[in-house]
């Protein structure tokens, strides 16, 4: 059974249709004769149970429904070709619109080798990492996405789903309700674990597993530069690589560090109003020691009270702030500081911010219904001053109703 992560179907989804749905200028078009078919012989406008009898195990089972749009997800993780794949079905009116594939911890190497196979598939001579899109005479999509996991998502453009996408688009005001049947999955391995551990691991991953050594929250520590870590090739591909350091405003100004792929969706994370890239670093190690050189004038933490209830500096100049920081840090940092000014605002979907926050425990209540009047970083914000942190959650198996 796999893991379901706290509403990010949902959110992975609508971030999968909106890009597919923009023009499609750099698709490749496949040969009519060349369907596109997905793994398992699983085909895009297979039923519920066309799709399940592929399958010897059970699926965990989900539905999310919006003004009348509802859409049924089952979730599975399968072997195939020697790598674990978490896989996502997505169906409207009983016909399969949308699957995604997802491969994890799998090496760039392996990423190019899966991406090639795929290729060499539909008869594409020129499947690169910029250019991983695919569209047959069907006006079936494929879009491939690399990073941290490998994904592959199926869509089907001419379902009659897309024609009332707009409405799942803007559901806030709206009634949500929340069932915790009591199952936590580990994000990492997939079994069952009665205590998640730092957001999703069990006990065991969370010893071991390099997604959850210490230098994820203390970057300083990290030594992916000197080929140590609890998985040498998973550090060398994440945190060997460029990462920023920022500085962003979600209570006050505060300072950050994120791989180099993860902006701006690091900033909307934590609910920031703006940011700004600081400096530019080689590998993770060098972005904690900047971090620490810093944390004398900027928390690194977010006031999440303040945040959510919108009490956030305005009067503040971020690039200003940066060039400031010149002198401050010491020169064999300061070399990093990026020729980057560009300054990036966000707002959020917040009808009505709370007056004082309380923050809902799903282990203490596990069911609930609400009014959702806003979702800003982790949070959903209801209209009776609670709030919920979405990202603790990751690994709980939800039942999620609009």
């Known amino acids: 059974m796999l893991i379901m992560f706290a509403l990010s179907p949902k959110t992975r989804f609508r971030n999968i249709i909106n890009q597919a749905l923009k023009s ?43 003004k009348g749009l509802k859409r049924t997800i089952l979730l599975y993780q399968i072997k195939s070709a020697g790598q674990k794949v978490k896989i996502e079905a997505h169906f409207y009116k009983n016909i399969l619109f949308f699957s995604k594939c997802n491969f994890s911890q799998v090496s760039e190497s392996e990423q ?17 990492f910029e250019n991983k899109n695919i569209i047959d005479a069907s ?13 592959i998502n199926y869509i089907q453009l001419n379902n009659p789903f897309f024609e009332k996408m707009q409405s799942i688009m803007e559901v806030i005001p709206c009634e949500i309700e929340f069932n915790y049947g009591g199952q936590i999955n580990c994000v990492s391995c997939g079994k069952k674990t009665k205590t998640s551990f730092a957001q999703g691991f069990c006990y065991s991953c969370f010893m071991n597993s390099p997604q959850a050594s210490p230098c994820i929250i203390r ?52 609910g920031a109003s703006s940011g700004i890239i600081l400096a530019e670093v ?9 971090e620490v050189a810093l944390k004398e004038h900027f928390t690194d933490k977010t006031n999440w009270r303040k945040m959510l209830t919108n009490q956030v500096i305005t009067d503040v100049d ?69 709030v919920i942190n979405i990202r603790k959650y990751t690994g709980y198996n939800l039942e999620i109703n609009f």
């Open 112 to 128: 190019n080798n899966l991406i090639r196979l795929f290729g060499e598939k539909y008869g594409v001579q020129s499947l690169d």
């Open 139 to 151: 006006n079936q999509c494929v879009k491939i996405n690399t990073g941290s996991e490998l994904s």
């Open 24 to 66: 499609t200028p750099y698709f490749f078009f496949i040969n009519a004769n060349k369907s596109i078919s997905l793994i398992k012989n699983l085909k895009l406008g297979d039923s519920i149970n066309e799709v399940r009898k592929q399958f010897s195990n059970s699926p965990f089972i989900n539905s999310y429904k919006s």
């Open 219 to 270: 970057p300083e520590l990290c030594e992916a530069h000197l080929g140590k870590g609890r998985d040498v090739e998973w550090e060398e591909k994440y945190h060997n690589v460029k990462h920023y350091v920022y500085l962003a405003v979600s209570s006050a100004v505060k300072v950050g560090i994120t791989n180099g792929k993860n902006l701006p969706y690091r900033w909307i994370d934590q």
């Open 318 to 386: 971020l690039e200003e702030i940066k060039w400031e920081l010149e002198e401050t840090l010491p020169s064999d940092l300061s070399q990093y500081l990026s020729e980057q000014d560009e300054i990036t605002e966000i707002n959020y979907p917040v009808l009505e911010y709370p007056t004082k926050v309380t923050s809902i425990n799903l282990e203490k209540i596990p069911q609930f219904r609400k009014k959702l009047m806003g979702v800003k970083g982790q949070y959903f914000l209801f209209d009776d001053n609670s």
């Open 282 to 290: 080689p590998y993770r190690r060098l972005a904690g020691e900047i």
